[in-house]
C-alpha cells in the first residue's frame, strides 16, 4: 500500500507537468529553466529590481520585454568561445587604421541609450526605458559593465553586459561609425581572457557574431557552464 501523499515533499512527477511560462509575484523565485521549450519563454511577470536581476543571470535566464516583464533562456544558446573569437582581415585593418580609444565603465548610460536608439535596418529596440534604468542601477551594484569605443572626445559605439562570477552576458551593441561595436568587443574578449573569464554568453546568434566565430550549444550544456562559471571568483576589473 503506497503512503499518504506528502504535500511538503518534491514530487517528480510534478516537476515534470510544470506549465511554461510560469507567472511570477514580486518573490517568487525563477523556475529550472531546463524544462522549458525550446522558444525559451521561462517566466511572465515580476519586476526589474538588481536582485531579480541578479538571481536571472544565475539561473541562466534574461530579460526581454518590460510590458509585461519576460523573461527567457531560449535553446540552443549562443555563445562566444574565448579562444576560438575570430576577426576578420578588414576587422584587423580597421584596429590599425583609427585611432581608437577604448574605455570601460566610463559612461554606461550613454552605451545604453546608444544601444535603445534607431540605426538602419533598426526602427527601434527592445531596450526600453525601464531596462535603461534597471540596468543602470545593476551597474550601480558592480554587476553591469560597458565598453566605449571613441574617436577624439565622440563616442562612436560601444557595448553592455552583466558580469557574474566567470560569466559575461552581452546584451546590446552599437555604433554610429563603421566597426566601432565590432572593436569594443574586440577588446572586450581580451579583457575577459585576461581577467580569466570562462563564458561569455550572447543569447542568439546574428550574422555579425557568426561571421566573428561565435556558436550554438545545447541549454543544458549552457546551465551546466554557468553552474561552473557563476562560482569562479573573478572581477570584471
Not at 527601434?124 to 542601477?137: D, G, H, K, L, Q
Not at 559605439?157 to 558580469?163: I, M, S
Amino acid at each position: 500500500m503506497a503512503p499518504p501523499a506528502n504535500p511538503d515533499r518534491p514530487n517528480p512527477q510534478r516537476k515534470r507537468l510544470m506549465r511554461y511560462p510560469v507567472f511570477l509575484d514580486r518573490r517568487a523565485p525563477f523556475p529550472n529553466p531546463a524544462a522549458a521549450p525550446p522558444d525559451g519563454l521561462v517566466a511572465v511577470g515580476g519586476d526589474l529590481a538588481v536582485p531579480r536581476l541578479q538571481s536571472a543571470y544565475r539561473t541562466g535566464v534574461f530579460p526581454w520585454t518590460t510590458d509585461p516583464v519576460t523573461w527567457w533562456s531560449p535553446d540552443p544558446r549562443a555563445i562566444f568561445e574565448l579562444e576560438r573569437f575570430h576577426v576578420p582581415r578588414s576587422l584587423r585593418r580597421a584596429l590599425r587604421v583609427q585611432p581608437w580609444r577604448i574605455t570601460h565603465n566610463q559612461a554606461f548610460r550613454a552605451v545604453i541609450e546608444g544601444c535603445a536608439q534607431p540605426a538602419p535596418g533598426r526602427r527601434s529596440t527592445w531596450v526600453t526605458p525601464a531596462f535603461i534604468e534597471a540596468y543602470c542601477a545593476l551597474q550601480q551594484a558592480g554587476q553591469a559593465h560597458s565598453v566605449e569605443c571613441w574617436l577624439g572626445d565622440q563616442l562612436v559605439g560601444g557595448l553592455y553586459g552583466v558580469a557574474c562570477g566567470g560569466l559575461f552576458a552581452g546584451e546590446s551593441m552599437f555604433h554610429r561609425v563603421d566597426d566601432a561595436s565590432k572593436v569594443a568587443l574586440c577588446h572586450l574578449v581580451e579583457h575577459l581572457r585576461s581577467h580569466n573569464f570562462t563564458l561569455f554568453d550572447i543569447q542568439m546568434l546574428t550574422p555579425i557574431t557568426l561571421a566573428l566565430g561565435a556558436v550554438l550549444i545545447p541549454r543544458t550544456e549552457y546551465l551546466g557552464r554557468l553552474a561552473v562559471a557563476i562560482q569562479q571568483p573573478r572581477s570584471f576589473g
